[in-house]
């Protein structure tokens, strides 16, 4: 799944080429996860004003009203000049003067929805529960630290669930407590303030690196160039069960956690 890393990686890769295009038409495939909820041809004539990404949605901002696209489990976004003809996998389309806007998602668990504003139902259904963004200024130590003290189930899951801090999805969540000496299964609630400071950074600085490198492509991520990400070749953890830890030698561990594998290192994991 496209986690924040791969979504902003997304976003950079064409932020700045669609911004100030005008939409020209939109074509729709086979239904989404959610309708869009307006006709396809009330956005013809709009303009694109910037990008912007919320969690692990991408807020794609018109003259009037803006566009919510989330990647789903498969989903990829392409943007160019000129793009082959749409396939069965192809459900979204937006041509602008600047560019043709794919996305592509096999599985359909992606969307697109369109909302008058930030403040309307169908966008705030979407962002209103979502955590704090750990890649800007508003990711708090103090409300970071406070709120996982209010949290008994195990951290690792805490992380995954966003509404805490958004988008450390299952291969960054890995890594992440990893580099904080964490156990997966530790209870949220038992994080002292120092491992809750070595936390917050690690979570910051992980997923800093996976933007740098890319993000992450497992099977099919690339970005709106065609792009694929290299971040998966540097894990420490994730995907390495049996192998050694990259800093102790201990064989690297693999467990369940709400039928997601994690994985981790025992030795330099022990609490």
């Given at each position: 799944?496209?986690?924040?890393?791969?979504?902003?990686?997304?976003?950079?890769?064409?932020?700045?080429?669609?911004?100030?295009?005008?939409?020209?038409?939109?074509?729709?495939?086979?239904?989404?996860?959610?309708?869009?909820?307006?006709?396809?041809?009330?956005?013809?004539?709009?303009?694109?004003?910037?990008?912007?990404?919320?969690?692990?949605?991408?807020?794609?901002?018109?003259?009037?009203?803006?566009?919510?696209?989330?990647?789903?489990?498969?989903?990829?976004?392409?943007?160019?000049?000129?793009?082959?003809?749409?396939?069965?996998?192809?459900?979204?389309?937006?041509?602008?003067?600047?560019?043709?806007?794919?996305?592509?998602?096999?599985?359909?668990?992606?969307?697109?929805?369109?909302?008058?504003?930030?403040?309307?139902?169908?966008?705030?259904?979407?962002?209103?529960?979502?955590?704090?963004?750990?890649?800007?200024?508003?990711?708090?130590?103090?409300?970071?630290?406070?709120?996982?003290?209010?949290?008994?189930?195990?951290?690792?899951q805490v992380l995954l669930a966003g509404d805490v801090v958004v988008g450390v999805g299952n291969i960054y969540a890995s890594e992440v407590l990893f580099w904080a000496g964490v156990r997966p299964t530790l209870s949220a609630t038992r994080l002292s303030w120092p491992r809750s400071v070595k936390l917050h950074a690690a979570i910051r600085d992980v997923l800093a690196r996976a933007v740098a490198k890319g993000g992450s492509t497992l099977r099919n991520f690339s970005n709106a160039n065609g792009d694929s990400g290299h971040f998966q070749l540097e894990t420490m953890v994730y995907a390495r069960q049996g192998q050694p830890c990259r800093v102790c030698g201990t064989p690297i561990k693999a467990l369940r956690q709400g039928q997601r594998s994690t994985f981790y290192c025992p030795l330099c994991q022990k609490a």
């Open positions: 799944m496209p986690e924040l890393p791969e979504v902003e990686v997304t976003r950079l890769s064409f932020a700045l080429e669609i911004a100030g295009a005008k939409v020209i038409s939109v074509c729709m495939g086979k239904p989404l996860r959610w309708p869009l909820g307006c006709l396809p041809t009330a956005l013809a004539g709009r303009s694109v004003q910037a990008v912007r990404r919320r969690g692990k949605y991408l807020l794609i901002d018109l003259d009037q009203g803006l566009l919510l696209v989330h990647l789903g489990m498969s989903g990829s976004l392409g943007f160019a000049s000129q793009l082959p003809p749409a396939g069965a996998h192809d459900h979204f389309e937006m041509l602008t003067t600047q560019g043709t806007l794919r996305l592509t998602d096999p599985r359909r668990f992606g969307a697109v929805v369109y909302a008058d504003s930030e403040d309307a139902p169908q966008a705030c259904k979407l962002l209103d529960k979502l955590g704090m963004e750990p890649l800007s200024d508003d990711f708090d130590i103090d409300r970071f630290h406070v709120q996982l003290k209010r949290r008994k189930a195990a951290i690792k």
